[in-house]
């Protein structure tokens, strides 16, 4: 399809750039983990998980889009699912943030963990709806898509160290 190979350099480099944050992130938790832990309820469901989760659906997004497709109908199928998943998944996120007891979640958190997620999802979801009859419109919303959930995952990873840097580490020294 010549549409998908005009964004061969895109989803290589968002690609890349999910699989290089998915390590971090992994590094980032191991040096949290080494300091005891908080009591009550652990929030990394609500909060570590998503943003490998993200990082994740970026890079398979990236991978999937870069292969050899020759017709729409198999890929915006693909994306579709993955898009309704997520919606699903952002519901999860959102009653994991209500029940966990270690932290009070404000309207940032409420807004990247939950309602730009869900949105990018969502776009993902009815990209795939619009891909038969407008591929290049849809191809866009699926890249507007991957950013966001690149954008939402680097902004939530920043946001844990800085907590766990600034607050946890300063609680657990008193």
């Known amino acids: 399809m010549p549409e998908l190979a005009e964004w061969d350099s895109f989803y290589v480099i968002v ?7 998915i390590g971090l ?17 652990d929030a990394g469901a609500a909060f570590a998980t998503p943003t490998i ?6 890079l398979l ?8 497709w020759h ?3 198999s890929i915006r199928t693909f994306w579709g699912l993955v898009g309704v998943i997520g919606v699903f998944y952002a519901a999860e996120v959102a009653r994991r943030m ?15 963990h939950v309602v730009l997620s869900l949105a990018a999802y969502l ?3 009815l990209s795939a709806l619009e891909a038969q009859t407008h591929t290049h419109d849809a191809l866009f919303a ?9 954008f939402i995952g680097i902004h939530n990873a920043w946001d844990a160290v800085v907590y766990h840097v600034f607050v946890s580490m300063r609680d657990s020294a008193d």
């Open 15 to 21: 690609g890349s750039a999910a699989g290089g944050l």
């Open 25 to 41: 992130q992994f590094v980032v938790l191991t040096l949290i983990a080494q300091k005891p832990p908080l009591r009550g309820v």
């Open 53 to 58: 989760v993200h990082f994740a659906t970026v």
């Open 61 to 68: 997004l990236a991978a999937v889009l870069r292969a050899p």
């Open 71 to 73: 017709v729409i109908t």
């Open 98 to 112: 209500r029940t966990q007891t270690v932290y009070h979640p404000g309207l940032e958190d409420w807004s990247f």
């Open 123 to 125: 776009l993902l979801a």
């Open 142 to 150: 699926v890249g507007t898509a991957a950013l966001l959930l690149l």
